[in-house]
């Protein structure tokens, strides 16, 4: 099977092409290279020995769409594709609705005149919004007082696919809804470099720890956890990418839309995580507490028995090993910046 992957440099992307040529599909990119680098789709060429034809534009683009629909027998989409940080949505929400819903509707549109009825959907524990119960679970309440733009558009997104299949029955769609993706591939060779001063949490401590930033911003000191800092589900990006090969794998079983949390079921907090990451990597990391940042939740962590009982899938490794593969991967970076 040939698979369009769309935002297939980056971080998530680029590990799920890996896990796909392991499972023997074969894959497609599109990306635009706003926050990826070209050279990640090289890396992931020479850990798989693989090679991926690569368009670079925007997915809001139709008629590029359908060229790489023309040109290449596609069976099914995995969309990566958009914009992911939840501060700047709260500061710039046009363009993340631009962005985001923007290129779905367009990409579904392609694939309805292509013929191409499959798509695994990469969505976000934040369409749970600031949770009502914890562990979260699939049935939880969810697109209910969503804390920021982004986690809007990705429940508007969910929204549309789910109108999409009850409209058609040939479609066959799954979002996941994952938590908080972090690590590198264990090569050291691809993880997460986001261009630019990163919003997520371990790709700016990293940069702490290699001296690369002065010091970690802890946003939020106060909120009603064990230690005052939120509290995430963090899964490594390897399990992750197993994770949507697994869905392809049900897609054929999909009768309209699926939905699937993929996490470890367990919450961290930003201190603890901190700690686990000096102990993995014998590196500290100064801090600072700074004020709560806008759109951000005291905790979110999953119920994963669905996705282990449907998919056959479970998280396999530990925060530790995401630290010590996010490091190796760091100080490879590192090491060729000062080269």
């Known amino acids: 099977m040939k698979i369009l992957v769309t935002g297939g440099t980056g971080y998530i992307g680029s590990h ?9 599909y074969e894959a497609v990119v599109i990306d635009d290279l706003s926050n990826s680098q070209r050279e990640s789709l090289t890396r992931v060429e ?11 534009g925007d997915v809001r683009d139709k008629v590029l769409l359908e060229k790489i629909f023309r040109e290449h027998e596609i069976d099914a989409v995995i969309h990566f594709a958009g914009l992911k940080a939840v501060g700047e949505s ?24 292509a013929g191409v009825r499959k798509i695994v959907f990469s969505s976000s524990a934040t369409v749970y919004g600031d949770p009502e119960e914890l562990p979260l679970r699939e049935r939880s309440r969810a697109g209910v007082g969503l804390a920021n733009p982004y986690g809007r558009t990705k429940w508007m997104i969910e929204e549309i696919l789910c109108d999409l299949a009850f409209s058609d029955n040939s479609w066959k769609i799954i979002a996941l809804r994952y938590f908080n993706p972090v690590g590198a591939h264990e090569s050291g060779k691809i993880g997460e470099e986001p261009n630019g001063i990163p919003n997520n949490l371990f790709p700016y401590l990293v940069r702490v720890a290699s001296g690369r930033l002065p010091k970690l911003r802890v946003f939020g000191g106060n909120y009603d956890t064990p230690d005052g800092s939120g509290v ?22 999909t009768v309209g839309m699926e939905i699937f949390n993929l996490g470890t079921g367990k919450g961290t907090s930003v201190l603890e995580a901190i700690h686990i990451f000096e102990k993995a990597t014998g590196k500290k990391v100064p801090y600072e507490i700074a004020p709560r940042r806008p759109g951000d939740v005291a905790s979110c962590y999953a119920e994963v028995s669905l996705a282990k009982e449907v998919l056959g899938w479970q998280a396999t ?6 630290c010590r593969d996010m490091w190796k991967f760091e100080s490879r970076l590192t090491k060729n910046a000062e080269n």
């Open 46 to 56: 020479e850990i798989t020995g693989a090679k991926f034809p690569f368009y670079g």
């Open 232 to 253: 995430r589900d963090y899964l490594h990006v390897t399990d992750l990418a197993r994770g949507h090969v697994s869905a392809l794998d049900h897609l054929e079983k």
């Open 90 to 113: 709260v500061t710039n929400p046009l363009r993340y609705y631009d962005v985001n819903v923007g290129s779905s509707v367009a990409l579904l549109e392609c694939m309805k005149d």
């Open 317 to 322: 490794h530990s925060l530790e090993e995401a």
């Open 16 to 24: 799920t092409l890996v896990e796909l040529v392991a499972a023997g």
